[in-house]
T-cell receptor, first 114, second 115 residues
Framework: LAKTTQPISMDSYEGQEVNITCSHN???????ITWYQQFPSQGPRFIIQ???TKVTNEVASLFIPADRKSSTLSLPRVSLSDTAVYYC???????????????FGQGTTLQVKP | NAGVTQTPKFQVLKTGQSMTLQCAQD?????MSWYRQDPGMGLRLIHY???????DQGEVPNGYNVSRSTTEDFPLRLLSAAPSQTSVYFC??????????????FGPGTRLTVL
């Protein structure tokens, strides 16, 4: 089972780049890495997903090294509105079926200061 | 599209009471799931469904029942509420049976307090 480990909390200032690293030493060959963002009193929201190397969208970048045992979410030039909890997930299968359970950890609470 | 909707937004129950949390999606998604989130913790999977008539247990299924009679609806039933079930409940859905690769769409949540 690919358990994930990420820092409990991080602080940053507006305009800075923030990198949140997630460790997943037991990731399986077919597992994808997904990041979600959750604001207070709201449900999580999908940010980005990747399998290897680098993925970029309009919100963030995801860096995955060749061994895939870790991944780094990069948020460019954060603002106060980026204050949220960020979850790193690695999907897993149930037996030989194509279904799976998404397991959330505690996430990383990012506090952006003015 | 309304996306994923949940009702009620808030609910207070007494120990031993039963109730149903409603979840509906209008995106024709096959996969739906229920999570609970306790203060300072991440989300824990309660039950999930890969289609109408098919459900399975998640990490913390005890005390909860689900059924999936239609693609759109996935209600969560508390048969006999306990204070330990005080939590925020989130419903989510995705297009296919593979939540690890499909984007999950979450509802706004139901805040439940059991006295």
């Amino acid at each position: 089972l690919a358990k994930t480990t990420q820092p409990i909390s991080m602080d940053s200032y507006e305009g800075q780049e923030v990198n949140i690293t997630c460790s997943h030493n037991n990731i399986a060959t077919n597992d994808y890495i997904t990041w979600y963002q959750q604001f207070p009193s709201q449900g999580p929201r999908f940010i980005i997903q990747g399998y290897k190397t680098k993925v970029t969208n309009e919100v963030a970048s995801l860096f995955i090294p060749a061994d895939r045992k870790s991944s780094t979410l990069s948020l460019p030039r954060v603002s106060l509105s980026d204050t949220a909890v960020y979850y790193c997930l690695v999907g897993r299968r149930i037996g030989s079926s194509n279904t799976g359970k998404l397991i959330f950890g505690q996430g990383t609470t990012l506090q952006v200061k003015p | 599209n309304a996306g994923v909707t949940q009702t009620p937004k808030f609910q207070v129950l007494k120990t031993g009471q039963s109730m149903t949390l409603q979840c509906a999606q209008d995106m024709n998604h096959e996969y739906m799931s229920w999570y609970r989130q306790d203060p300072g913790m991440g989300l824990r999977l309660i039950h999930y469904s890969v289609g109408a008539g098919i459900t399975d247990q998640g990490e913390v299924p005890n005390g909860y029942n689900v059924s999936r009679s239609t693609t759109e609806d996935f209600p969560l039933r508390l048969l006999s509420a306990a204070p330990s079930q005080t939590s925020v409940y989130f419903c989510a859905s995705s297009y296919s049976w593979t939540p690890m690769t499909d984007e999950q769409f979450f509802g706004p949540g139901t805040r439940l307090t059991v006295l």
